[in-house]
């Protein structure tokens, strides 16, 4: 069963910004802290921003200082707002749990390239 339905995928110019959304079920998004995660051709799944349920947001180095991840708690949603894109966030991006991943969405493809 997949609980998360990622979109807001695209292609952007480097320097470009976008924001990613999340839909994630009540249950889970009231209880659990939530990440995003990608994935590039030929590469292993990366962790890229986590978000707790009070609002903490923790990220990677990659993503310091350029994505902003927030919680809507009306729509049940996590977002993933991207700036200042580089060729190298490229990828598949899904959302999951910042604990143990449940089974993963079909993801929201960001493409950067001019």
């Known amino acids: 069963q997949v609980d998360f339905v990622e979109s807001g995928g695209s292609l952007v110019q480097p320097g470009g910004s976008l924001t990613l959304s999340c839909a994630v079920p009540e249950s889970i998004f009231n209880i659990h802290s939530m990440g995003w995660y990608r994935q590039a051709p030929g590469k292993q799944r990366e962790w890229v921003a986590g978000?707790?349920?009070?609002?903490?947001?923790t990220y990677a180095d990659s993503a310091k200082g350029r994505f902003t991840i927030s919680r809507d708690s009306a729509k049940n949603t996590v977002n993933l707002r991207m700036t200042n894109l580089k060729p190298e966030d490229t990828a598949a991006y899904y959302c999951?749990?910042?604990?143990?991943?449940?089974?993963w969405g079909q993801g929201t493809q960001v493409t950067v390239s001019s």
């Open positions: 978000i707790t349920i009070m609002g903490r947001a």
């Open positions: 999951n749990l910042l604990s143990v991943p449940r089974a």
